[in-house]
Each structure stands twice: as C-alpha cells, then as structure tokens.
C-alpha cells in the first residue's frame, strides 16, 4: 500500500531533521501558501517530536494589496503551532531584472542577514516548482548550471538551505493539507498567466501532463541529473585552477588561454564564484577571452555588475569593482592612531633620529622618491614596476611623507611595502590585538 500523503511528507522531514546538526534551529520559510503552511504544520510536529527548536521566518514584499492579509495569516498560523514568527519587510528594486527576480533576491538576502550561522532553512518547494523552474532555464537559454535549477541542499553565507520535498508533486501536497483541514492564502497573483511561470504553470505542464503522464517528474529528474553533471565539473574545475593560480585571486592568463574555450569559460566562472564574485554574461565572457594574450604591457579591463576583470602581464585578475578614492590627507606624528578612508593605519614609526619635521600622510600621487637602505634614491614608481603592483592598486596606496621625501609606502591597513633608511615601522598594539 502507498503511504498517505502526510506520512510520506512526515517522513522526509525527518529525514531532512536527522541531518541537521544538533542544538541548531530549523527555519521554515512561511509565505502564507498553501505549500509553506502545510511545511509550518509538519514541522512543528516533527520537530516537537524531536525536540529540536523550530521558527519561522516570513518576508513581507509589499507589493500587493493583499501583502498584510498574508502577514496575518502567518501570525495566527504560528500562534496556533506555537511557532516563534520573525517578520521581516523588504524593499523590492527590480533594477532591470524583473519583478520576480527582484522579490526572490530581496527575500534570500533577508533570510541571509535574519537567520544566525549555523542553522537551516527548510524551503517548500516542490516537483512541480522544480520542473517550471527548469523549462524556464531551458527557455533562456541556460547551460548545466542553470539547468540543474533548485538543489535539495545548499550552504550559502554560513545558512543551510534544505529543501525537502523537491521529490514530491504539488497534488499530494493540497491532498495532505486537506486531511489536516488546514487553511492557506491564496496568492492573487498565481493566476496572472502573462507572469511566464504561471504560463508554465496553468497551460504548458498540464498540456505536458495529458500528453506525458509523468512529465513534471522527468523534467525534475533532468534537473537532478544536471546538477549532478554541475558538481562534477565544479570539482574538476577547482583542481585545474590550482595549477593556473598565481596567488588566490590571480591567474597565468596565458597558461589559461592555452586551453579549448569551453575549458576557459568553466575557470572563469568557478574562480569568480570561488572569489564571491558574479559570474560574466556570455558578452562580456567572450570579450574576456578574447584579451587574454593581449602584450604584456596592455591594461584590458572587461566589467560586467559587480565585478572588474583585468588583464595585465599575462596575469587574470578579478575583483569587484572600487569606488573612487576621496581627496585625503592628514599630519601625523608617527605615532598617535591615524584613521584612513580605508579604516585605520595600524603602523607606528620609529627613527634613529628625531623627527624634526611632521609627517603628512596620503595617497599616492606620482614622483614620490625614496631613500631605501643599501640601494639608495629610488623612484616609487620604478620600484612599483619591479614589485609587479598592479597600475590600477597603485593609487589605493598610503604614502607618508617628510618634507619632499617618501619615508615608506603602506597597502593600508598594515601592509608595509617600502620604508626610507634610518626609519623603521612596526604595528601598532591595538591593531594586532584588534585583528586577534
């Protein structure tokens, strides 16, 4: 006999509870639906069986009139399962990216900055969602990333993400919720078909559905097997740049141009993502590669939101973009705490003689001359060159001037790179112990 849709749902929650670490909360997602509602219910059993503490979370867009009613429905939901609800109002920028889009980013990022490291999100999505979510990728265009759509587990800014009933289609979902007599709000917007999910949703799957019975499964199965093929590469991914890395967020453009261009694409990505940073839109990935045997002495830079890729000495550098530096300078005795627009300098000077002049402090700004220990006058410039610091890191550099003459040269807040004979730096106290 098939189990009953509640004890089939029952169960793999706690399946999903037996892998989460103990004396960690469980988080559920709650928007009020039917498919978060019936997710608060089960949990607040299981977990009261398991005596392991449950709360709940629920993200407010604002972006319809019935946005308070959902709210409502959540408080006296939770009062009922004696559930603690955290409420959490968003401001949704769409940014060119989509009304969607931007209500989903906005609500991952508060659940991000809401829930303390180290506990996990129970998610209601479920087989159906995943299949709309993987024609929707398929539509666009999108490769093995995009297509293996929703994972059934995930960690992301210390915050696990569970998502235990992907491997169940909606009908039994609204079959146990009815057995529980439960009651849910119904988004107004759900049957809004110019919304190209609930296109999906309303006509495309079920049509799908008459013609190919197990039509949702499938498509979930084919998500399950992309991201599968995702993590696989990602592992390969990871090996191969380990022999490309330079240091931890530099490249051989060279070695990697030497590579099939499917091979250059997977590194780029799996760096920026290792680096935290936005993967590149196709454009502005095949603009990268096209530089990457640009001459030594050429700076390439190639942007894309969030994030600046250069080229420069056969090196790949990325980094997410800088604002411009503000006019700065300040006097400085060499030892009282200075606090730069990059926070504060944690260096103290010493000198085998007494300064007898003050000491100005700024960024540098060209034709600064050093007097180094056993190699004498020195451009700054030139020992840049020699150093091999990037043109464009250059600017974002302290100097720490006597008179006309550069007595050191600091990557804030305490990384010294060159100081003046007869003067010696030294962190300062309160900056190691700030650091610790």
Known sequence: MAPQPRNLLQGLLDDALAETPPGRSIWVALSGGLDSSLLLALAAQVCAQADRPLQAIHINHGLQAAAETFEEHCKILCEQWNVPLTVVDVRVNAHGEGIEGAARNARYEAFFVTLPEGDTLWLAQHQDDQAETFLLAALRGSGVRGLASMPFRRDVEGVTLVRPWLSVKRAQLEAAARLLALTWCEDPTNSDIALDRNRLRHDILPAMEMRWSNAARSLAQSARHAGEADRLLLEYARDELQTLLTDSQHINAAALSARSPSRQRLLIRTLCQQLGLPTPPQKRLESLLEQLTAKSDAKVCVEWPGCQARVWRQRLYLRAPREALPP?????????????????????????????????????????????????????????????????????????????????????????????????????????????
């Open 328 to 436: 700065w300078e300040a006097s400085w005795d060499g030892e009282a705490p200075l606090e730069t627009p990059l926070g504060p300098l944690g260096l103290q000077v010493t000198s085998s003689q007494t300064l007898s002049q003050p000491l100005m402090v700024t960024w540098r700004q060209g034709g600064e001359v050093m007097q180094l220990p056993k190699r004498g006058r020195r451009d700054l410039k030139r020992l840049l060159q020699e150093a091999d610091v990037p043109p464009w890191e250059r600017e974002w550099l302290v100097v720490i001037m006597q008179a006309e003459a550069c007595i050191g040269v600091v990557n804030p807040p305490a990384k010294l790179l060159w100081q003046a004979e007869g003067v010696v730096f030294t962190r300062t106290t309160s900056f190691v112990e700030s650091k610790v």
